[in-house]
Each structure stands twice: as structure tokens, then as C-alpha cells.
């Protein structure tokens, strides 16, 4: 809603009262208290502990005395960020916080690690609970989603005794097939960028492995779906194998698929999460926690929680549908925990290397230096002083060359669409929701979630 100057006070003091951190902005004569409406009216917003939560300071909800708490920021800059703020709206990327007429460019530079860039407060409402077949969803939902994560029941492994359950078909090639018409029933529900994770399993059947992962990823791709992504969710321990001459099953497949290739997805935010620098890889070894439901296979928490920080946007244009991304930037921080950073760093130190070094080594990465020169295939278009200056490293550095290419990234603001700054959390949705892990766990993490089974669990 948009109130006047005059009339802001009682506003404000009523909604910080229910809102401990929410954000005035002033522009133009106008302040906005950014309150925002859902355009289903049953579902509200919250912002709840989201991934950004543990920075230390929340740059466009903050007060004086928050930054006052970061070193090098007194008084007269802590209010000068704050009337830029106020007078400008809420910052959006580095270029933002440059504009403080009191920062200097090296100070901009080392308040970065110490700031959350959230910008919008929401009021998330409890999960929406449908009672209905996975095939109705595109008719009965009206809101569009950004992710669909869902573990569809396995052909024969489990009869929920229900006449139109899915997972019960005469054959392999009939049960593909009804997944697959239920999957191509979902295509309304998506926004451009909106991606499904379908937690697939096989099933063994006289002597042989029918192979439903591949007939579904066939079958999927015949229908114009591209398959983006193949998650191995590796196991420790599992349903013991009776039958002695078979390996017990320690592992469940999980494709994730888009209709384009706008699809969503942000690797160093799951990186982030995981506690890593680099591309956390395709193979997620996560122990399945103690199962209290009634559900006889919950997902792992673990698991959802992953998938939503990969591909579920936390801001999306209500306008436009755009999903607002992050805007990172390399650094030279590398891992300590790493045996082979530290001796990177040794050997770097002891050599004498410069900082032009380093970024010499970030501009070409490992495909331009070395022996990689040779064998792969690297965009060598840097200037000749920048491959000599990688080069000199490399020699130095020799194979610990590498470790100074996956450097930790930090977040300095984010890339948005041209619309207005009305946004609303992305919305995840899961058809076959069972013991309702992923509407949970898409709550906690401030995302919109609804959740849809034809028997529906008492949560």
C-alpha cells in the first residue's frame, strides 16, 4: 500500500508492531511501507529464516546503531547509508552502496562479506493443502509455480489401496506413460523458469530391472521436455536386499526437468548452503532421518531443503514473473579446510607472487594455462600480458594452479528485471505431497508452498 508523509506515523507504528523489520522507504515525496499482497488472497507472506538470515547486517532493514556494529562504521556513515536508503529505496547491488557519499571504494569493498541483501519483508501463511488427482492441479491452481518437487509413488512397490492412484498400472510402459500425461498436465502452472524435480525408482521384475528412470526420461524428452539435471541421492544405510545374488539399493535418482531453457537455477547459493566453494556435483550422499509419519518413504529434509536453494528463486517480479537473481563476485579466498589450499597459499607466498598474479590466474582459469593449453578447449582471448602473468604462476604454483580457480564467491547485490520492486516469494509446489516434507521445508526456507495428494496426511 502507498500512504502519505503525513499520514505514515500510525501506519508504520502499527505494522512494526506486528513486523519487527520492516522497511520505510522514501522517494519523491512518497514513503512506501512494503507490505505485500498475494494475488491468491489465501496464501500471505512472511520473510522467515532464509539462507541470508545469518549475515550480520540486513542493509536495507537495519538502523543506525545495526551498523554501528560493523568496525569502521561510525555515526556519520551509519546515518549517511540510511538517508541514501531513504531517500533512494533499497539497495539492489554494489553500485548501490558505492553512491554513500561518506564510503570510500576500499571500504565498500570489506562491508560486503559482513551485509544481507534481502530487500523485501514477506508474510508467508501456512502451506496450501489440496485434496486431489496430480492430473487436476493445472484446473484447480491459479497461481503460477516456480518449482515443482514431488517423489511420484513407484511403479507396484506400494498399493495406497485409493482407485486412482498412480503406480499400480499392468505394465513399465503404461506406468511411464500415465506419469508422463500427469507431468504434461503441470505445463500451465509454470512460469518461464519454472523446473520439476521428480524423484524417480526403479522396480525389479522378474529378474530383471524394469528401467523406469531411463523410459521416463525418454518419454519425457519424445514429449519436448529437456532433462537438465541427473541427482544421484546416495544412501548409507536403506531397506535391507532379500534376495542374495542383488546389491541392497543404496540409492534413488532424482531428474530434474524444464520446458526452456530459461530455466532457474543457482549453483552458488547451493554451494553456499552445502559449505562449499566449488559446483557442488550431481551425487548428494544424505542419510534419510528418523521417519515419525505414517508415510512409509518420506523425503529427507536435507534433500528438499537443497533442491529449493538450487532452483526456487527467493524474489519474483509480480509483474513481469522475472526471477530476480543474485549478482556474485569471484574472490581469492580460498578453503582452509583444504589441505591443497593451504599449501596453494604456501607456495604463492613463497614465490612472491603479486596480485596481478591472482588475477591473471581468475581471468584465464584452467583451460588457458598450462597443459591444459593442450588438451581442452579455453576461450584464449586474454591479452598476452595477462596468459604471461598465468603462465608464471602456473609454473610456480604447478598443479595447486587450480585451487586459486574456485575461489569462494560473495553476493554484491542482484540482477532484477526493469519493473518495479513489487515482489513476491517463489512459490513451490508438490503434487504427491505424502508426509509433506517439501511444504514444510519450502515454509522455513520463506517460500510460497502448496501441496496436493489424493489421500491427504494428518501434518
Not at 523485501?120 to 484446473?139: D, H, I, K
Not at 513407484?154 to 499392468?170: A, I, T
Not at 575461489?407 to 505431497?433: A, H, N, Y
Request: glycine share 6%.
Amino acid at each position: 500500500m502507498v500512504v502519505s508523509a503525513m499520514s505514515i506515523s500510525k501506519e508504520v507504528m502499527w505494522l512494526r508492531s506486528m513486523i519487527p523489520n520492516i522497511a520505510v522507504y522514501s522517494s519523491r515525496n512518497r514513503s512506501h511501507v512494503r507490505l505485500q499482497a498475494m494475488t491468491n488472497p489465501e496464501l500471505g507472506y512472511e520473510k522467515p529464516n532464509a539462507p541470508e538470515a545469518d549475515r550480520v547486517v540486513k542493509l536495507n532493514y537495519c538502523s543506525v546503531s545495526d551498523l554501528m556494529s560493523i568496525d569502521s562504521i561510525g555515526t556519520k556513515r551509519a546515518s549517511a547509508i540510511i538517508e541514501y536508503r531513504e531517500k533512494h529505496g533499497p539497495y539492489l547491488t554494489i553500485e548501490d552502496l558505492r553512491q554513500v557519499p561518506t564510503l570510500s571504494q576500499a571500504l565498500v569493498e570489506t562491508l560486503v562479506e559482513k551485509l544481507d541483501w534481502s530487500f523485501n519483508g514477506y508474510f508467508v501463511g501456512p502451506p496450501q493443502l489440496v485434496c486431489a488427482n496430480a492430473n487436476r492441479l493445472g484446473e484447480i491452481i491459479k497461481s503460477p509455480v516456480d518449482l515443482i518437487l514431488t517423489s511420484p509413488p513407484y511403479w507396484k512397490k506400494r498399493d495406497y489401496g485409493h482407485p486412482n492412484q498412480l503406480g499400480q498400472e499392468s505394465s513399465a510402459t503404461e506406468y511411464v506413460r500415465q506419469l508422463c500425461d500427469i507431468v504434461d498436465s503441470w505445463i500451465p502452472l509454470l512460469r518461464l523458469h519454472s523446473s520439476i524435480f521428480l524423484n524417480i525408482g526403479d522396480t525389479f521384475c522378474e529378474y530383471s530391472l524394469a528401467g523406469i528412470p531411463a523410459l521416463v526420461e525418454v518419454e519425457l524428452q519424445r514429449r519436448g521436455w529437456l532433462v537438465v539435471n541427473r541427482i544421484i541421492w546416495s544412501k548409507n544405510s536403506g531397506v535391507p536386499e532379500p534376495l542374495s545374488y542383488r546389491l541392497a539399493d543404496r540409492h534413488e535418482l532424482i531428474i530434474q526437468i524444464a520446458r526452456n531453457r530459461e530455466f532457474y537455477s543457482d549453483t552458488s547459493v547451493l554451494a553456499e548452503y552445502m559449505g562449499q566453494n566449488s559446483n557442488p556435483g550431481d551425487v548428494w550422499n544424505i542419510t534419510s532421518g528418523r521417519n515419525d509419519s505414517k508415510h512409509l518413504a518420506p523425503f529427507p529434509e536435507e534433500l528438499v531443503k537443497r533442491i529449493i536453494h538450487f532452483a526456487c528463486p527467493e524474489h519474483v517480479c509480480r509483474t513481469c514473473s522475472k526471477p530476480f537473481r543474485r549478482r556474485m563476485e569471484p574472490t581469492f579466498e580460498l578453503d582452509l579446510k583444504r589441505p591443497q589450499a593451504r599449501r596453494a597459499i604456501e607456495l604463492f607466498n613463497r614465490a612472491g607472487l603479486s596480485p596481478q598474479h591472482l588475477e591473471a590466474i581468475r581471468a584465464v582459469g584452467i583451460s588457458d594455462a598450462g597443459k591444459a593449453r593442450r588438451v581442452q578447449s579455453g576461450s584464449d582471448k586474454n591479452a598476452e600480458h595477462t596468459k604471461k602473468l598465468a603462465e608464471e604462476a602456473k609454473q610456480v604454483l604447478r598443479g595447486y594452479f587450480r585451487e586459486f580457480t574456485f575461489g569462494k564467491k560473495r553476493q554484491i547485490g542482484w540482477e532484477k528485471c526493469k519493473c518495479s520492486l513489487d515482489t513476491m516469494p517463489g512459490v513451490v509446489l508438490d503434487p504427491f505431497m505424502g508426509s509433506g516434507t517439501t511444504v514444510r521445508v519450502a515454509h522455513q526456507l520463506g517460500r510460497i508452498s502448496i501441496g496436493s495428494d489424493l489421500i491427504m496426511p494428518d501434518i
